[in-house]
T-cell receptor, first 114, second 113 residues
């Protein structure tokens, strides 16, 4: 158990819908990352937050947004869902987000868009 | 830009034998780290081992060790005394810009009894 929690574990929804994925980092970690794992793209970085502020953006679509709250939990919002958004979404956390730090991953949310 | 290459899509090993999973990388950063993660069929990503570019010795964590060859830009994972529970996908990764992790395509390891 990494100490990072994600809910829900599975999500099935329809095209055009909006969903929210939730992540709680390990106790003491200030930095949260979101990754998407799909069969065709592999593991792709989406976005990073540090202590409530957005720090870096990767290949995140405009239909996707995220935030980190004062209690440090983070939410990833996916809207106008398409079939291609079906993937495993991971949240990871690290202490301050420095380059040599290990990122600990949550169990992931498996999203299926029908 | 950083790049990770894992050239073995699949490997198999006999239980109790050792196995080496290959990883080569490319970076222009003088200071960097290499990470290995395990992803069992249940889906979670489990951190296994880390090697810093300036570490004098190869990293070791239990049955996992890193064969780090800086000049060759390789950071191969060695699993000793393989167990059935080692069957999983294994990913090599390194930090990219802003500390996002860049992952290789992964190697699927099957441990046979």
């Amino acid at each position: 158990d990494s100490g990072v929690t994600q809910t829900p574990k599975h999500l099935i929804t329809a095209t055009g819908q909006r969903v929210t994925l939730r992540c709680s980092p390990r106790s003491g970690d200030l930095s949260v990352y979101w990754y998407q794992q799909s069969l065709d793209q592999g593991l792709q970085f989406l976005i990073q937050y540090y202590n409530g502020e957005e720090r870096a953006k990767g290949n995140i679509l405009e239909r996707f947004s995220a935030q980190q709250f004062p209690d440090l939990h983070s939410e990833l919002n996916l809207s106008s869902l398409e079939l291609g958004d079906s993937a495993l979404y991971f949240c990871a956390s690290s202490v301050v987000g420095s380059i040599q730090e290990t990122q600990y991953f949550g169990p992931g949310t498996r999203l299926l868009v029908l | 830009a950083q790049k990770i290459t894992q050239t073995q899509p699949g490997m198999f090993v006999q239980e109790k034998e050792a196995v080496t999973l290959d990883c080569t990388y490319d970076t222009s950063d003088p200071s960097y780290g290499l990470f290995w993660y395990k992803q069992p069929s249940s889906g979670e990503m489990i951190f296994l081992i880390y090697q810093g570019s300036y570490d004098q010795q190869n990293a070791t964590e239990g049955r996992y060790s890193l064969n780090f060859q800086k000049a060759r830009k390789s950071a191969n994972l060695v699993i000793s005394a393989s167990q059935l529970g080692d069957s999983a996908m294994y990913f090599c990764a390194m930090p990219g810009g802003y500390n996002k992790l860049i992952f290789g395509a992964g190697t699927r390891l099957a441990v046979h009894p």
